[in-house]
């Protein structure tokens, strides 16, 4: 009996001693998860480039939220539980550029426990409200399928749900659209489920026939991307890695020019552009459509390009940072970089921020996008340097938007800073843009003159929607 009593007790400590040691852990994790709370809270207090304007727009202090997401931080289990609570604190703000990430694919692992060639089957698209897979490397292939639900959940409802924790685009549409482009509804059941699934099951229906169908994916299965894919003529943000601009006439004598990206380099940009134009004009097109839709980025080429769509100088535009510790330390010599660009506006600056500088437009030496009619091309994802383009050459009395409405981005600048624990980080902006009688741009919501989407019935017959609207407008024109 001694004997039994003997081999019991130290298995008994060393029950109770790991139970101690498990408790040990979580109680770490979620001191940790919680120090990574406050540290987002006092950053984006302290250095967010005008935090009130924002608590006056949504009707909300940055103090209260953090205490509503510190009580439901407090409960939080895993990696996962801080992820979806940390990010949909952030989305608050309602600014893409603002955002929890992880650090890398150790960190990422931690969140989300399925294989990264889930994101790969497929490249999907929201068309009439409908996510269609426009391409894929399944077998079979599932090309030309809505997808209906997942694992019996309807995708409008994840969709729904992961929009209130990413804030990808400034509109909730907008920010549904890149959802679905980046496929990133497959982190629904991680972040809103107790566990995984061990597959993925794809309830489909196909947009020609109606059949409904049904495609298992296991949650280890490794698919490659599939190469973006493009119906003839239909343009849906897939640009093959050209995203400088690029142009070809139209059925009509109509010009068109797409500038895919704002990613690229400056002097590129404007220089392929202004190639374009001179191209166009000496074909002597009867006008031109510029696309922008899926446009987005902040290279600064907006200066530029807004030369070529006024004929006198003027200033659209101003911006600022915010003067703090955090712009100082990591940014301390971007005023040297705005002053090689730009001049120092007149109005004095505020306590907390910079001096103004002022974005002064000069006239470009071909004047042809002045003296024709012309189409801004937009949808929801416009956003960056090509929605400020957008909005501003949109003034003049010979240019239209056609497409969709796009939010405006008036603050810029989104710096990297790595949390504590050194697992996260955090994106948010330090610059704000103004117009030019200094009234706020962030968020405001841009309707165009014509409104245009595309459909499925055009899209079946490769026709881009968007573009026939803005092509027969401009041939009512001439």
């Not at 939080?76 to 801080?82: C, V």
């Not at 496929?183 to 794809?202: A, G, H, N, S, V």
């Not at 400056?266 to 510029?290: H, M, P, T, Y």
């Not at 009234?439 to 595309?454: F, G, K, M, R, W």
Request: with cysteine; charged share 25%; hydrophobic share 35%.
């Amino acid at each position: 009996m001694q004997a039994k009593l003997r081999l019991i007790i130290p298995i008994i400590i060393l029950l109770l001693s790991s139970a101690v040691f498990a408790q040990r852990v979580d109680n770490s994790a979620n001191t940790r998860f919680l120090s990574n709370l406050e540290f987002f809270y006092k950053e984006i207090k302290d250095y967010y480039v005008n935090l009130e304007m924002k608590e006056d727009l949504y009707g909300f202090t940055w103090n209260q939220l953090y205490h509503k997401y510190r009580e439901e931080m407090i409960s939080a289990k895993n990696e996962s539980d801080f992820f979806r609570i940390i990010s949909s604190f952030a989305s608050e703000l309602n600014d893409k550029n603002c955002a929890v990430q992880y650090k890398a694919r150790v960190s990422r692992v931690n969140i989300f426990k399925f294989s990264e060639g889930l994101y790969n089957p497929f490249n999907c698209r929201i068309i009439e409200g409908n996510v269609l897979i426009v391409n894929s490397t399944t077998k079979p292939d599932v090309s030309g399928k809505y997808i209906i639900a997942i694992n019996d959940v309807p995708i409008e409802e994840i969709i729904e749900k992961l929009s209130g924790v990413y804030k990808l685009f400034r509109t909730k549409t907008g920010t549904k659209k890149e959802l679905v482009n980046r496929k990133r509804f497959i982190e629904y059941f991680q972040l809103f489920r107790d566990t995984y699934p061990d597959t993925l099951e794809y309830k489909l229906k196909d947009y020609y026939s109606g059949e409904i169908s049904t495609l298992k994916i296991g949650k280890n299965a490794n698919f490659m991307p599939p190469r973006p894919y493009e119906k003839p003529h239909v343009y849906l943000g897939f640009h093959y890695n050209k995203i400088l601009p690029e142009s070809e006439i139209l059925a009509g004598n109509i010009g068109y020019i797409r500038i895919p990206s704002f990613d690229a380099n400056i002097k590129a940009v404007v220089e392929n552009f202004s190639k374009e134009v001179d191209l166009l004009s000496k074909q002597k097109v009867g006008g031109v459509i510029i696309d922008l839709r899926w446009s987005k980025g902040n290279n600064e080429a907006l200066q530029e390009l807004l030369s070529y769509f006024t004929t006198k100088s003027y200033t659209p535009f101003y911006f600022r940072f915010k003067d703090s510790f955090r712009f100082n330390d990591i940014l301390k010599q971007r005023n040297l970089y705005e002053d090689q660009r730009y001049s120092r506006g007149n109005r004095k600056a505020e306590d907390g921020y910079s001096d103004w500088w002022q974005i002064d437009v000069d006239p470009a030496v071909n004047k042809f996008l002045t003296e024709v009619p012309v189409v801004l091309l937009t949808n929801e994802l416009t956003s960056g340097e090509a929605s400020l383009l957008a909005f501003e050459a949109a003034k003049r009395n010979n240019i239209s938007l056609i497409g969709e409405e796009f939010a405006l981005e008036g603050h810029g600048l989104a710096t990297p800073i790595l949390f504590p624990d050194r697992m996260y980080y955090t994106r948010y902006s330090f610059r704000e843009t103004v117009d030019a009688e200094f009234n706020t741009l962030e968020n405001i919501i841009i309707q165009p003159d014509v409104s245009a989407v595309q459909t499925i019935s055009d899209y079946k017959k490769g026709i881009d929607s968007q573009v026939n609207s803005a092509k027969n407008y401009l041939l009512k024109k001439k």
